[in-house]
T-cell receptor, first 111, second 114 residues
């Protein structure tokens, strides 16, 4: 089992719709969870982080964490073509402070 | 644009050669992490440096080594290059006491091994 798994996609949504990106992780002791956006040919950019169970909202982005299910998601409301990118889920393993990235989900927002 | 810079931007080497990649961290950041990102995959943690010492390492062989300097800049050295070392190498700087939420990536160095 991979440590961090994401649907590889590509995920296509129409402009204005809600995009839902999912991530599962295997280490039950993980404490910190991050979502990065990576445009083609560019480096990752941190867009959200979440530490506690529940929802965390920042503008059009909402991160959801369920530690019991070892599941973290990212919702993008009112999706725009500029949101088209690869979204990387990352998990911080407290024991070694080694950040584990998932393979990423490619999102395409269709005008 | 973050304040993290990397050089060179692109590099072509042949199998067996050695390469040194450089990273300057964002002002005020004291921790530098290096990642390898193969095409179509997420970044893989190589190692992290704090106060000029290695502070955590991923599953990479010893031919991957690094340095951090007093000004917090860093180098990644790879010896005996293999074809599978072809990837985007990312440097990220952060504040040790604030962790990943302060982590900013540089633009990366794209390495091609022939």
């Amino acid at each position: 089992q991979k440590e961090v798994e994401q649907n590889s996609g590509p995920l296509s949504v129409p402009e204005g719709a809600i995009a839902s990106l999912n991530c599962t992780y295997s280490d039950r002791g993980s404490q910190s969870f991050f979502w990065y956006r990576q445009y083609s040919g560019k480096s990752p950019e941190l867009i959200m982080f979440i530490y506690s169970n529940g929802d965390k909202e920042d503008g059009r982005f909402t991160a959801q964490l369920n530690k019991a299910s070892q599941y973290v998601s990212l919702l993008i409301r009112d999706s725009q073509p500029s949101d088209s990118a690869t979204y990387l889920c990352a998990v911080l393993k407290t024991s070694y402070d080694k950040v584990i990235f998932g393979p990423g989900t490619s999102l395409s927002v269709i005008p | 644009e973050t304040g993290v810079t990397q050089s060179p931007t692109h590099l072509i080497k042949t199998r067996g050669q050695q390469v040194t990649l450089r990273c300057s961290s964002q002002s005020g950041h004291n921790t530098v992490s290096w990642y390898q990102q193969a095409l179509g995959q997420g970044p893989q943690f190589i190692f992290q440096y704090y106060r000029e010492e290695e502070n955590g390492r991923g599953n990479f062989p010893p031919r991957f080594s690094g340095l951090q300097f007093p000004n917090y800049s860093s180098e990644l050295n790879v010896n005996a290059l293999e074809l599978d070392d072809s990837a985007l190498y990312l440097c990220a700087s952060s504040l040790a006491d604030r962790g990943q939420e302060t982590q900013y990536f540089g633009p990366g160095t794209r390495l091609l091994v022939l």
